[in-house]
C-alpha cells in the first residue's frame, strides 16, 4: 500500500517545511488543485514525481475564483478519496488549509494579470482569474516550488499563470500537460459528476466538436471563423445544450485573430444542462 500524503494543514508551516528542504538542496515539485482528483490531476503528480525530490499537492476550493452565481459550495470534495488518490502517484505531502488560513480578516491583495484575462472564461466569470492568479501565487509563496504543473484544459489558466510568473519574476518553471481524456473521448474535470447519463452522453459533442475543426485545420482550413464554425455545427444540434463561446484565438497571448499565422487555440465552454463544461485544442504546423 502507498504511503499517505502527510497533510498540512497551516500554510506557515508547510512554508518552514519547504524552506528547509530547499536549504537541504532538494528540488520542490508543486501541483495546485481543488481536489476531487481524477486521471487528469494523476497525470501531473506522477510528472511531478518525477520532475522533483518533494513532490506537493494542494487541496483548496478557492473561493476568491468563484462568482457569487457559481457552485463553491456544491463544488465536489472528497478528502479521503484524493489522498488515497495522491498517495498512488507518490505525493510526499498535501496542503489542505482553511480559507481562514488562506484569507483572514483584514486580507487585500490581489493580482489581476489584464490581457490575458479577457475575454472566454475572464468575461463570462468576472473576476476569476484574479481569484485563481492570487491563490497561486500565495501557494507559490507557501510551497516554494521549482516547478508547478497544470493541465492545459484551463488553458486561460494556464496563459494567465505564465504571463503572471514571467511578469512577476517568480522563480518557478511553469509545466502544461495534455487533457486526460475518458475512452469515450470527454476530457476528465471534477465538474464531470454533474452530469447525469444523458448529459454524460451529450457531452461528448464537445471532443466531436474539436475532432471537426481539427479535420478542417488539417484539410489547410486556416480562417478563424471557418475553424468556429465547423466546431459549432456539431455543438448546435445537442439537445439541452448552449454554448458559452467557440473561438479560435492566437494560442499564446490568447487575442482574437481572424486568420491563422501560427499555433492557434481552439476554446470551447457548452452548458450541458446546467453544467458547463470547458475542452479545446491547439493547432499547430508541428
Ligand atoms: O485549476 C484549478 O484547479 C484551480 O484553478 C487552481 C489552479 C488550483 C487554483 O485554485
Known sequence: MPTSPEVVASPVELQRRMLEARARGQRIAFVPTMGYLHEGHLSLLREGRKRGDVLVLSIFVNPTQFGPSEDLARYPRDLAGDLAKAASAGTDLALVPEPAAMYP?????????????????????????????????????????????????DYQQLQV???????????????????????????????????????????LALSRALAAAR??????????????SAARAVLEPVPGSRIDYVEVRDAETLRSIDHAERAVRLSLAVFIGKTRLIDGETFSWK
Open 161 to 203: 499563470l505564465r504571463r503572471m510568473v514571467a511578469d512577476l519574476d517568480v522563480p518557478v518553471e511553469i509545466v502544461g500537460l495534455p487533457i486526460v481524456r475518458e475512452a469515450d473521448g470527454l476530457a476528465m474535470s471534477s465538474r464531470n459528476a454533474y452530469l447525469g447519463p444523458e448529459e454524460r452522453q451529450h457531452a
Open 215 to 228: 479535420a478542417r485545420w488539417a484539410a489547410g482550413e486556416r480562417d478563424a471563423r471557418a475553424l468556429e
Open 105 to 153: 480578516d483584514g486580507y487585500q491583495t490581489y493580482v489581476d494579470v489584464r490581457e490575458v484575462s479577457k475575454g472566454q472564461c475572464g468575461d463570462r466569470r468576472p473576476g476569476h482569474f484574479v481569484g485563481v492568479a492570487t491563490v497561486v501565487l500565495k501557494l507559490f509563496n507557501i510551497v516554494q516550488p521549482h516547478v508547478a504543473l497544470f493541465g492545459d484544459k
